[in-house]
């Protein structure tokens, strides 16, 4: 089962708007993490939040963490026609056997020009 | 240099046949995964590696056998394929709780 859900499945905005997602999940985790992935392409990191960590900058990007609620967002602000992409969540679970690295379902950002 | 590295990029291939993707990263990374992403963009994992110990393996058949010869590689040998294994197969290497570095990706076709 899919541990992240990333909700809106798709988004569609103007260039120089924000776009905004957010991801929820079910278990307790060591960090959280944002992946992009252009169409055809591999993924390229984003950003990794800490479970002890609330807010995290990086250019463009802002990555909240809400531990009790159990969900994130990401913000991208004046958002450009190459941020065209899908966006996922994954979570480094914590578990005995190990670190699983589980991915949402995706959110589709169209950024028209 | 690449730091997680899969080949080949694409592969064609007919019903019933023994194929195997391979993968290696030069990051001295204990932990390995394999992802496969279906038509709907999905990302599941298959199999996790731990210093050449499988650690998890998500319910994949039994035809799907990862083999990690050393720490450095993940390979991923798939027999009798069926068309349902058509799909984008990622490899990516970890280390504790950093970041995942990710392969450019296998695209499979089943025909």
């Known amino acids: 089962s899919q541990q992240g859900e990333e909700d809106p499945q798709a988004l569609s905005i103007q260039e120089g708007e924000n776009a905004t997602m957010n991801c929820s999940y079910k278990t307790s985790i060591n960090n959280l993490q944002w992946y992009r992935q252009n169409s055809g392409r591999g993924l390229v990191h984003l950003i990794l939040?800490?479970?002890?960590?609330r807010e995290k900058h990086s250019g463009r990007l802002r990555v909240t963490l809400d531990t009790s609620k159990k969900s994130s967002s990401l913000l991208i602000t004046a958002s450009r026609a190459a941020d065209t992409a899908s966006y996922f969540c994954?979570?480094?679970?914590?578990?005995?056997?190990?670190?699983?690295?589980?991915f949402g379902g995706g959110t589709r950002v169209l950024v028209k020009p | 240099d690449t730091a997680v590295s899969q080949t080949p990029k694409y592969l064609v291939t007919q019903m019933g046949n023994d194929k195997s993707i391979k993968c290696e990263q030069n990051?001295?990374?204990?932990?390995m995964y394999w992802y496969k992403q279906d038509s709907k963009k999905f990302l599941k994992i298959m199999f996790s590696y731990n210093n050449k110990e499988l650690i998890i393996n998500e319910t994949v058949p039994n035809r799907f056998s990862p083999k990690s010869p050393d720490k450095a590689h993940l390979n991923l040998h798939i027999n009798s394929l069926e068309l349902g294994d058509s799909a984008v197969y990622f490899c990516?290497?970890?280390?504790?709780?950093?970041?995942?570095?990710f392969g450019q990706g296998t695209r499979l076709t089943v025909v």
């Open positions: 990051l001295g990374h204990d932990t």
């Open positions: 939040i800490r479970s002890n960590e």
């Open positions: 990516a290497s970890s280390q504790g709780q950093s970041r995942a570095f």
């Open positions: 994954a979570t480094d679970a914590i578990s005995a056997a190990g670190n699983k690295l589980t």
